[in-house]
């Protein structure tokens, strides 16, 4: 909490192992122990002497107020006005007056709410703590060929460790022999377990399948994708919304008006005439009880934090109360092309020869050049020729023909691969049957690769970034909730980005742009909406997501760069997650407006009630601390919502 801030017993730092508030309730407990014996003392029930009733009072308030008085004593000498020290301060001045039940159960029904309000608060951490718990202690280390059980913080990069069937994941790795389902939704949220083969990335705390892995460490314990999953939450919870914010500036000022108002009410009734001076104070301290703010200081905080960890545990990582509320607020949004709305990974579609060359050959002559790329389109094509076990070739002396392919030589002869322009500048005649489905397939946005073998036409291989299976039904549900326009931006050619934006059905195509020609466009968007998302990889997109009012990063299982690039990370590339976190972002905001309208309702309600003598402190209490864990109570709903208008 900054200096600035208004502390109370309400803060959101619970006291106690994790905020459980168990411990707590003792301190509660024995104080109305102690208050009850001195009441029933004091009602002739139990013979007893004045002076054991007096201890027993003092006993009670003592347990119940003393490390209030205190730590509001410290405060106050700061000229920090501390709500639970004016109850302590409340219930002094009702024992000074001889109301020693009305102060002792203040006290009591103080610390039992505090107790209470840390206990639900600490439901809400325990639902962030819980996925540290995921992962193993230890793991089974292979040294050799033997195995070797040693703690999980042992762990270095390189080491390899065998994960048998059913076992959680020690520490994020890549899989370095064997293969199986993996189930990743604790990182990710992902319903249905990842197929994995060696090559592929796994982390810690996952559940694997039926299969043994030998997995290579590639992250200490401390950096796996879990652990800062972990702390980036945990640091959220301290990100304050505008909303929280408003509430804490509102309370800086409040706060002393509501002293310098009891102050009032104890001295100008019995000045005037009005009351006798014990009733004034009664009524006014009863009138500070209900004018206390802690049902405001924690009804944000509370929805909050749950609605963050409720994000958590489906995989979508919101990094705080500002971009919780921000998100809530989204009107459009933009969504990069290329690995968002598409997978990111060019497909072969189809191929066209030349009579006399099949299309196993026309992909064994493409792989011969590709097999000695990395582009993506490369590798494309060298998977199909090794998916379709046609015979891989090899070619020698490979350059790159800039802006238009490859060439190297192959058996002695020239080997060429590359875009169409390859065949306009060979000079070789080229067969009206492949012209023509060059011509058709270009118009329907495909990538073409035409290949050549010493000048002479061999065919062309079209190549596709196919979108997301999900992205169709996560644009509509978008739409769905209002979020219009959905604004597709592409570096692509227009007819490749038509072809695409047609299928995943987007309001609006932005093609051939720039990286600050993207920047551009969310800069418009945001000047006509006021309000937009910004959805990329996290790497590329990094100027626009910084510019939209929430940067949303396509995670790609949980990169470190994803996790820190943008407002919100996606740790699975499920685009079905954007709108989940829409809805789920409205209905913290419906909830944290609910929890405003309660805690300043029953200030309202309890300040004239109070001052006019219906409500009397111990009812006022009541109602105060039930207002208090009420609006606790309300936030955490947020743990356990679901998004009812998901398609099914």
């Known amino acids: 909490m900054t200096d600035d801030a208004i502390p109370s017993s309400h803060d959101m730092e619970p006291h106690g192992e994790e905020g459980s508030g168990i411990s707590e309730l003792l301190v509660p407990v024995l104080a109305g122990v102690a208050l009850?014996?001195?009441?029933?003392?004091?009602?002739?029930?139990?013979?007893?002497?004045?002076?054991?009733?007096?201890?027993l009072f003092m006993a009670a308030y003592l347990i119940a107020g003393l490390e209030a008085f205190v730590r509001g004593l410290k405060l106050a000498l700061r000229a920090h006005l501390d709500v639970d020290f004016l109850m302590v301060v409340a219930a002094v001045g009702a024992a000074f007056i001889g109301k020693w039940v009305d102060g002792g159960l203040l006290l009591f029904?103080?610390?039992?709410?505090?107790?209470?309000?840390?206990?639900?608060?600490?439901?809400?951490?325990?639902?962030?703590?819980?996925?540290?718990?995921?992962?193993?202690?230890?793991?089974?280390?292979?040294?050799?060929?033997?195995?070797?059980?040693?703690?999980?913080?042992?762990?270095?990069?390189?080491?390899?460790?065998?994960?048998?069937?059913?076992?959680?994941?020690?520490?994020?790795?890549?899989?370095?022999?064997?293969?199986?389902?993996?189930?990743?939704?604790?990182?990710?949220?992902?319903?249905?377990?990842?197929?994995?083969?060696?090559?592929?990335?796994?982390?810690?705390?996952?559940?694997?399948?039926?299969?043994?892995?030998?997995?290579?460490?590639?992250?200490?314990?401390?950096?796996?994708?879990?652990?800062?999953?972990?702390?980036?939450?945990?640091?959220?919870?301290?990100?304050?919304?505008?909303?929280?914010?408003?509430?804490?500036?509102?309370?800086?000022?409040?706060?002393?008006?509501?002293?310098?108002?009891?102050?009032?009410?104890?001295?100008?009734?019995?000045?005037?005439?009005?009351?006798?001076?014990?009733?004034?104070?009664?009524?006014?301290?009863?009138?500070?009880?209900?004018?206390?703010?802690?049902?405001?200081?924690?009804?944000?905080?509370?929805?909050?934090?749950?609605?963050?960890?409720?994000?958590?545990?489906?995989?979508?990582?919101?990094?705080?109360?500002?971009?919780?509320e921000s998100l809530a607020e989204i009107r459009a949004i933009a969504m990069d092309k290329t690995g968002t709305i598409t997978a990111g990974r060019p497909e072969i579609v189809t191929m066209a020869t030349v009579p006399g060359v099949d299309e196993a050959r026309l992909l064994s002559l493409a792989a011969a050049l590709e097999r000695r790329s990395e582009h993506p389109i490369a590798r494309a094509v060298v998977l199909a020729a090794e998916t379709r076990g046609v015979p891989m070739l090899s070619a020698e002396g490979v350059a790159a023909i800039k802006g238009k392919g490859l060439e190297g030589t192959l058996q002695g002869a020239r080997l060429q691969a590359g875009s169409p322009r390859l065949l306009a500048e060979s000079g070789a005649p080229v067969p009206a049957a492949l012209q023509q489905a060059i011509n058709q397939l270009d118009g329907q946005g495909h990538t073409i690769m035409t290949v050549l073998l010493d000048?002479?036409?061999?065919?062309?291989?079209?190549?596709?970034?196919?979108?997301?299976?999900?992205?169709?039904?996560?644009?509509?549900?978008?739409?769905?909730?209002?979020?219009?326009?959905v604004v597709m931006l592409t570096g692509d050619r227009t007819a490749v980005a038509k072809a695409i934006g047609a299928s995943v059905g987007v309001d609006e195509i932005r093609a051939e742009l720039l990286p600050e020609d993207k920047i551009t466009a969310v800069r418009e968007l945001l000047h006509k909406h006021h309000a937009i998302a910004m959805v990329g990889d996290g790497v590329n997109d990094a100027p626009a997501l910084a510019m939209a009012t929430v940067g949303v990063a396509m995670g790609r299982g949980g990169t470190d760069v994803a996790l820190e690039a943008a407002d919100v990370a996606l740790m699975a590339d499920d685009l079905g997650r954007i709108p989940f976190a829409v809805a789920l972002a409205r209905f913290a905001r419906g909830v944290i407006r609910q929890n405003v309208f309660v805690s300043m309702g029953m200030v309202l309600l309890l300040i004239p009630l109070t001052l006019s003598g219906v409500v009397n402190t111990t009812l006022a209490v009541i109602m105060h601390e039930g207002s208090t864990v009420a609006v606790v109570l309300n936030g955490l709903r947020l743990l356990a919502w679901r998004d009812r208008g998901a398609p099914r």
């Open 36 to 55: 009850a014996t001195a009441y029933a003392m004091q009602r002739e029930w139990i013979g007893a002497p004045r002076e054991l009733q007096l201890a």
């Open 455 to 485: 000048g002479v036409p061999q065919g062309a291989i079209a190549l596709s970034d196919r979108e997301r299976p999900d992205a169709r039904a996560a644009i509509a549900r978008l739409q769905s909730l209002g979020v219009r326009p």
């Open 109 to 324: 029904l103080f610390a039992l709410g505090n107790a209470l309000e840390h206990y639900a608060m600490g439901q809400a951490r325990k639902a962030i703590r819980a996925l540290g718990k995921l992962a193993p202690k230890t793991a089974r280390l292979l040294r050799g060929t033997q195995e070797q059980e040693v703690p999980v913080e042992q762990l270095q990069v390189n080491d390899v460790v065998i994960v048998r069937p059913g076992e959680r994941l020690p520490a994020d790795g890549r899989v370095r022999a064997g293969s199986g389902a993996v189930d990743q939704s604790p990182i990710t949220g992902e319903s249905v377990p990842v197929e994995k083969s060696p090559g592929d990335d796994v982390f810690a705390g996952t559940v694997n399948g039926d299969g043994s892995l030998e997995v290579s460490v590639t992250k200490r314990s401390a950096d796996s994708t879990m652990s800062r999953m972990i702390r980036l939450v945990e640091e959220a919870q301290h990100q304050k919304g505008r909303t929280q914010r408003t509430a804490e500036a509102f309370t800086r000022i409040y706060v002393p008006c509501v002293v310098a108002g009891t102050v009032a009410a104890i001295v100008l009734p019995p000045l005037l005439g009005w009351l006798p001076f014990d009733q004034a104070l009664l009524r006014a301290i009863a009138m500070l009880v209900g004018a206390s703010p802690c049902a405001l200081a924690i009804s944000t905080p509370a929805a909050v934090l749950a609605g963050v960890a409720r994000a958590a545990r489906s995989g979508v990582l919101i990094k705080g109360g500002l971009h919780l």
